[in-house]
């Protein structure tokens, strides 16, 4: 356990717009992500809107995967795999909607078949797969940017009386605390307003609309900052086995399986020096 001073590293983003049906989420998206990569062939769209990302291919030649129901957590986990595997540097999830309804539908389903109709009980089964797929986008390698369908909130107020309380994105409640900026789009105006933002670059920001100049902005906050070294490194600048052999628990599970060679190898050189050998498990 080590205590240190606070120090903002380079990230790479999690972004979302929410936004009614036909506000302009996926068009904004694509502008933004243009922003952040430079490159249209750097960018990908997991489609789940019946191919409605390809109404965009005039602005460049980005790319897509469609998605067809169900639409479930791993269809989404196995298409963010695919586009890290083909070194795309924006994935645009368009829209993370289909995901949670995939799962609303799937854990009804559970209960009546396995929990007497228990859907608080089918959660225990149903929670971690959902929990899966946030943990992919949160842990990806690329800038991700979902978008989430909106709707009007209405309460019944005391008189009876339907009232409208707000839009509420379509997704698990709290969503939009897992990422780092979320953004509202106003379906008449197509002007973004947002609703959370860690970047503080939209702090007393006026409505305003989604372009290039968005994304190359974000880009810039997320590449100022301290570099992560790579888990090589880390394992490198190890001086002694006790040393190596924390660092190595520190990596993630990807990382692990990648200098697992390497692990061993420097600990090969370090044994004949570290007098603590016999106490370091391997």
């Given at each position: 356990?080590?205590?240190?001073?606070?120090t903002?590293?380079q990230?790479?983003?999690?972004?979302?717009?929410?936004?009614?049906?036909?506000a302009?989420?996926?068009?904004?998206?694509?502008?933004?992500a243009?922003?952040?990569?430079g490159?249209?062939?750097?960018?990908?769209?997991?489609?789940?809107?019946?191919?409605?990302?390809s109404l965009?291919?005039?602005?460049?030649?980005?790319?897509?995967?469609?998605?067809?129901a169900?639409?479930?957590?791993?269809k989404?986990?196995?298409?963010?795999?695919?586009?890290?595997?083909a070194?795309?540097?924006?994935?645009?999830?368009?829209?993370?909607?289909?995901?949670?309804?995939?799962?609303?539908?799937?854990?009804?389903?559970?209960?009546?078949?396995k929990?007497?109709?228990?859907?608080?009980?089918?959660?225990?089964?149903?929670?971690?797969?959902?929990?899966?797929f946030?943990?992919?986008?949160?842990?990806?390698?690329?800038?991700?940017?979902?978008?989430?369908?909106?709707?009007?909130?209405?309460?019944?107020?005391?008189?009876?009386k339907?009232k409208?309380?707000g839009?509420?994105?379509?997704?698990?409640?709290?969503w939009?605390?897992?990422l780092?900026?979320?953004?509202?789009?106003?379906?008449d105006?197509?002007?973004?307003?947002?609703s959370k933002?860690?970047?503080?670059l939209?702090e007393?920001?006026?409505?305003?609309?989604?372009?290039?100049?968005?994304?190359e902005?974000?880009?810039?906050?997320?590449?100022?900052?301290?570099?992560?070294?790579?888990?090589?490194?880390?394992?490198r600048?190890?001086?002694?086995?006790a040393?190596l052999?924390?660092?190595?628990?520190?990596?993630?599970?990807?990382?692990q399986v990648?200098?697992?060679?390497l692990?061993?190898?420097?600990k090969?050189k370090?044994?004949?020096?570290?007098?603590?050998l016999k106490?370091?498990?391997?």
């Amino acid at each position: 356990m080590e205590l240190k001073k606070a120090t903002r590293k380079q990230v790479k983003l999690r972004l979302n717009i929410s936004a009614p049906s036909g506000a302009g989420k996926t068009y904004s998206a694509l502008r933004m992500a243009k922003g952040l990569c430079g490159s249209w062939d750097k960018i990908a769209v997991i489609d789940t809107e019946n191919g409605s990302a390809s109404l965009y291919s005039h602005l460049g030649d980005f790319n897509t995967i469609d998605l067809t129901a169900p639409f479930t957590p791993e269809k989404y986990i196995q298409a963010i795999e695919t586009c890290e595997a083909a070194g795309m540097e924006v994935i645009i999830l368009d829209s993370t909607t289909h995901e949670w309804n995939c799962v609303l539908e799937e854990n009804e389903l559970l209960a009546q078949a396995k929990f007497r109709g228990n859907t608080w009980s089918a959660w225990s089964v149903t929670t971690p797969r959902h929990d899966r797929f946030v943990n992919k986008v949160l842990q990806s390698k690329a800038h991700i940017i979902t978008c989430t369908r909106s709707k009007m909130e209405t309460v019944m107020g005391e008189d009876k009386k339907v009232k409208k309380v707000g839009m509420k994105d379509q997704q698990r409640e709290g969503w939009e605390y897992e990422l780092t900026v979320s953004l509202n789009i106003e379906r008449d105006t197509h002007m973004a307003i947002p609703s959370k933002d860690r970047t503080n670059l939209f702090e007393g920001k006026n409505p305003f609309l989604i372009t290039e100049a968005t994304g190359e902005s974000i880009k810039n906050w997320c590449e100022t900052g301290a570099v992560e070294k790579s888990g090589d490194i880390k394992l490198r600048e190890a001086t002694s086995l006790a040393e190596l052999a924390n660092t190595y628990k520190s990596l993630s599970k990807e990382e692990q399986v990648s200098f697992k060679t390497l692990k061993d190898e420097l600990k090969e050189k370090l044994s004949p020096t570290d007098p603590q050998l016999k106490s370091v498990a391997a």
